[in-house]
C-alpha cells in the first residue's frame, strides 16, 4: 500500500496517523480512510487453515503417535502464512477485512490427487461479538478440524493490538484422537509507513489426548536484533520435562525441526504452494454465500470508488439491522444454517485442563477456555443439519431465509458515507 500512497490518499493517510497518535478509547468510534478496505469477509479467514491438503491429512497417515502428534504440529505452523500474511503480500499491505453479516457463508473445497477432498464450511454465527464457525472435512482420510473465533482489538503506541477469541479441534478418525489448538495474539505494526502487516505474539499450544503437548512462541524483529514472523516450537510428553522436538524460524518463510541437536526435517512456505480453493460461479452461488453477498461492494472496490463503496456496504449493514429490529419484536432469531451451540464440550475441556495442570507445574499461567458470552456460546457443526441440507430437506426453508435478506437488503437505505470504522462496534 505504500507505492499506492500518492496524492489525496497520501494527505488523508497522514491526517488518519495524526488522529491515532494521542488517541483513547473505543476503537469502534475511530475511523480509517476507504482506501484500507480490503475485498475479503472475515468469513473467508478459515479457509486459511487448509491451503496445505496434504499436510492437513498428514497426520492419520503416522501410526505413531509421537511421530503424529508431531505431523500435527507442522501442519499448524504451515498454516500460519496463509492465515497472517497471505493478503498483506497480495496486496501490498494488510487491508482491513470485511465484518461479515450473520448467516454469512463461504463454502468450497479442495481437490489433492493424493489428499483427495478436503470440504470447507464457514459461517457468521454471529454478528454482536463477532464469530465465524467453521468446519473442514476429509473423509478419504478422517481427518476433521472444527472450531471457532473472533477478535477484541485494542489501539495503543501506534499499534493495534488483537487478542483472538475461541479455539480450533482437530480430530483424527482412525485414532479417535483430538488435539486442542489455541489461537495466537497479533498485532498490526506499519501503521506509521503506511504497510500494516501482521506480527504474531505471545504463545499458543497444542494439546492431544495421545498426550502430547507444543507450545509455539512468537517473536517479531526488535529494535536491535531478531527476525520479523520468527517463532520457536517444542513437542513434549504432557508432564515431561524432555523436549522430544524443537522447531525454529519463520512462520512466513521457513524453519527446521530438529529432534535434540540432529537436524531432521525443513519446512519451506516458498516450495510448499498453495492448492486453491473451488468455489462455485458465482451466479450458482447461494445469496447468502460471501463472494455473491459482497461483489458490488468489491466491484467498487475495484474501480476505486469509495462513495459506491459506502453506498454498496450501508445497504447490507441497514439491512441486517433491520432483520435484528423486525425478529427482536416478532421474538424470534436467525436460525443458523450450519452450527449449534451447546451447553459443554468434555472432550475439550479435558484438553484444556491437562494441558492446563502441565503448564501450571512448569510456573506457568494456567491455560483456560475463554467464556461462552465472549463468543457467544460454544459453536459445533451440527451434523443433523448438514444432513439435512445434503438430502434437500432444507431447501424451502434456506430459500426463504435467502430471499428475505435479498429483499431487506435491496429496500434497504443506503448512506454515501464513505467512512470506515476502524473496528466494528459491538
Known sequence: MAAALTGTAKSTWASFLKSIASFNGDLASMTAPPFILGKTSLVEYSAYWTEHPKLFVAPAKETDPEKRALAVLTWFLSTLKQQYSSRSEKLGSEKKPLNPFLGELFLGHWDDEEAGRTELISEQVSHHPPVTAYSIFNEKHGVRLQGYNGQRASFASMTITVKQVGHARLHIDAFDEDYFISLPALHIEGLVYG?????????????????????????????????????????????????????????????????????????????????????????????????????????????????????????????????????????????????????????????????????????????????????????VFDEKKYEDIKSGKKDAELKAAAEKVEEATAHAPASADPQIPLVEAE
Open 195 to 379: 504497510t500494516p502487516y501482521v506480527e504474531l505474539e505471545k504463545s499458543t499450544v497444542i494439546q492431544s489426548s495421545s498426550g502430547y503437548f507444543a507450545k509455539i512462541e512468537y517473536s517479531g524483529k526488535g529494535w536491535v536484533s531478531g527476525k520479523k514472523n520468527s517463532f520457536s516450537a517444542t513437542l513434549q510428553k504432557t508432564g515431561s520435562k524432555e523436549i522430544l522436538y524443537n522447531i525454529a524460524g519463520q512462520w512466513t518463510d521457513s524453519f527446521t525441526i530438529k529432534k535434540g541437536k540432529t537436524e531432521i526435517d525443513t519446512y519451506s512456505a516458498k516450495a510448499n504452494p498453495t492448492t486453491p480453493l473451488t468455489i462455485k460461479p458465482l451466479e450458482e452461488q447461494d445469496p447468502l454465500e460471501s463472494r455473491r453477498a459482497w461483489a458490488k461492494v468489491v466491484a467498487a472496490i475495484d474501480k476505486c470508488d469509495y462513495e459506491e463503496t459506502g453506498i454498496e456496504k450501508s445497504k447490507i449493514e441497514n439491512a441486517q439491522r433491520e432483520l435484528r429490529k423486525k425478529e427482536k419484536a416478532e421474538g424470534t432469531v436467525w436460525e443458523r444454517r450450519y452450527f449449534s451451540t451447546i451447553d459443554d464440550l468434555p472432550v475439550v475441556n479435558q484438553l484444556v485442563e491437562a494441558a492446563s495442570r502441565w503448564t501450571v507445574s512448569q510456573g506457568l499461567s494456567p491455560l483456560l477456555l475463554d467464556e461462552p458470552a465472549k463468543t457467544n456460546g460454544i459453536w
